[in-house]
C-alpha cells in the first residue's frame, strides 16, 4: 500500500505560478513511479507529467504542459513535486499525485496507476 497527500494548490492569477507536492508513505519511495494527473468539471482525468524510479531519472509530459510544468521528486523527503510556472484559466482542475509500483514506463493512462492522492484544487483566474 502507498498512501499520498497532496498539498499546494491554491488560486492564482494567470502567468503565475504554483507548486504542488505529493508526500508518499508506505513504500521504498525510489521504486515509485509518480505521476501527475489533474481532472477539470466535465471532463475526464487526463495525464500531466510523470517521473521514472530513482534508479535512472526520465520525465515526461503532456504537450500542452511542455515547458511550463516541471516534475520532480526528492527521494530523501519522500515526496514528488509538480512546479507550475505561466498557468492559463484552462489549467484550473483539481490536480492528483498518483504510484506506479510495476515496472517499466512512465505510463499514461490515469486507470494504471493503483494508488492516488486526495486530489487539490488549482483555480487560474483571468
Known amino acids: 500500500q502507498v498512501q499520498l497527500v497532496e498539498s499546494g494548490g491554491g488560486l492564482v492569477q494567470a502567468g503565475g505560478s504554483l507548486r504542488l507536492s505529493c508526500a508518499a508513505s508506505?513504500?521504498?519511495?525510489?521504486?515509485?513511479?509518480m505521476g501527475w494527473f489533474r481532472q477539470a468539471p466535465g471532463k475526464e482525468r487526463e495525464f500531466v507529467a510523470g517521473?521514472?524510479?530513482?534508479?535512472?531519472?526520465?520525465?515526461l509530459y503532456a504537450d500542452s504542459m511542455k515547458g511550463r510544468f516541471t516534475v520532480s521528486r526528492d527521494n530523501a523527503k519522500n515526496t514528488a513535486y509538480l512546479q507550475m510556472n505561466s498557468l492559463k484559466p484552462e489549467d484550473t482542475a483539481v490536480y492528483y499525485c498518483?504510484?506506479?509500483?510495476?515496472?517499466?514506463?512512465?505510463?499514461?493512462?490515469?486507470?494504471?496507476?493503483?494508488?492516488w492522492g486526495q486530489g487539490t484544487q488549482v483555480t487560474v483566474s483571468s
Open positions: 508506505g513504500r521504498t519511495f525510489n521504486n515509485i513511479i
Open positions: 517521473i521514472s524510479r530513482s534508479a535512472t531519472i526520465r520525465t
Open positions: 498518483a504510484a506506479d509500483l510495476r515496472f517499466g514506463g512512465i505510463r499514461v493512462g490515469a486507470d494504471e496507476y493503483e494508488f
